[in-house]
């Protein structure tokens, strides 16, 4: 099983980005998360495409991009160009997700689709053969910082059978309130990829701090 760790960049310092990306380079980091928030899918506002291709410009890592807006199939072409080598839309916010999924592929990025903490596994029944990335939300998306929801190793666990069961290649990416307590618990439940933010940006040695992650 992949052991991977994808730093969220909303909680780094934005005065330096450049200083904060040099930093994830040099870095054992596997991916950089890029959360986008619209303020209406969400009840937060982050940032958008200019800072996803300014990003884009000072790291070879691939843009683990996670879009927390509505109607996210109007953006791919936009993120695509922008930088993201993978793109993950939100099930809620995809009345066609079969479509919205087929799109993101045919633009040569990898598709990834984020449940939120009530959302059942069972709703990617019909789509986990066609996706890469399986991305389950352990805090309710909007805000870092806050703190993992418990039930989430279950569904850790629920999209593992189902990725069996299927065949699918896709990989589970688990996002909120993880931090070196419980990462270990995480990965054991199935996870192959950890985003984290705050743990990794408030820490003495963020860079040691990556290393520690994959180290668990
Ligand atoms: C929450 C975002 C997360 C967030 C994770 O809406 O999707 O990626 O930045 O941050 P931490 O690790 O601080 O919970
Ligand atoms: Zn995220």
Same mark, same amino acid.
């Given at each position: 099983?992949?052991?991977?760790?994808?730093?969220?960049?909303?909680?780094?310092?934005?005065?330096?980005?450049?200083?904060?990306?040099?930093?994830?380079?040099?870095?054992?980091?596997?991916?950089?998360?890029?959360?986008?928030?619209?303020?209406?899918?969400?009840?937060?506002?982050?940032?958008?495409?200019?800072?996803?291709?300014?990003?884009?410009?000072?790291?070879?890592?691939?843009?683990?991009?996670?879009?927390?807006?509505?109607?996210?199939?109007?953006?791919?072409?936009?993120?695509?160009?922008?930088?993201?080598?993978?793109?993950?839309?939100?099930?809620?916010?995809?009345?066609?997700?079969?479509?919205?999924?087929?799109?993101?592929?045919?633009?040569?990025?990898?598709?990834?689709?984020? !449940?939120?903490?009530?959302?059942? *596994?069972? %709703?990617?029944? /019909?789509?986990?053969?066609? +996706?890469?990335? &399986?991305?389950?939300?352990?805090?309710?998306?909007?805000?870092?910082?806050?703190?993992?929801?418990?039930?989430?190793?279950?569904?850790?666990?629920?999209?593992?059978?189902?990725?069996?069961?299927?065949?699918?290649?896709?990989?589970?990416?688990?996002?909120?309130?993880?931090?070196?307590?419980?990462?270990?618990?995480?990965?054991?439940?199935?996870?192959?990829? !950890?985003?984290?933010?705050?743990? *990794?940006? %408030?820490?003495? /040695?963020?860079?040691?701090? +990556?290393?520690? &992650?994959?180290?668990?």
């Amino acid at each position: 099983m992949s052991k991977l760790v994808s730093p969220s960049i909303l909680s780094a310092d934005f005065g330096n980005l450049q200083k904060e990306i040099d930093m994830l380079n040099r870095s054992r980091a596997d991916w950089i998360h890029l959360d986008i928030m619209d303020g209406v899918f969400v009840p937060n506002i982050s940032f958008g495409l200019p800072v996803v291709k300014a990003v884009s410009k000072l790291t070879a890592k691939p843009l683990d991009v996670h879009l927390m807006i509505v109607n996210p199939e109007k953006y791919a072409e936009k993120f695509c160009k922008a930088g993201a080598s993978i793109l993950t839309v939100q099930y809620e916010a995809c009345v066609h997700l079969h479509g919205t999924v087929q799109h993101i592929k045919s633009l040569g990025m990898k598709a990834g689709v984020a !449940l939120n903490p009530h959302t059942p *596994v069972s %709703s990617v029944e /019909n789509i986990i053969g066609d +996706i890469d990335l &399986l991305l389950i939300m352990s805090v309710n998306p909007g805000f870092g910082g806050q703190t993992f929801i418990a039930r989430s190793t279950d569904k850790i666990r629920q999209a593992g059978d189902l990725i069996t069961r299927s065949g699918s290649g896709a990989l589970i990416e688990v996002d909120g309130g993880i931090y070196l307590e419980n990462a270990g618990a995480i990965y054991s439940a199935g996870a192959d990829v !950890l985003v984290s933010g705050n743990a *990794v940006f %408030s820490a003495a /040695n963020p860079q040691d701090y +990556i290393a520690k &992650l994959k180290e668990i």
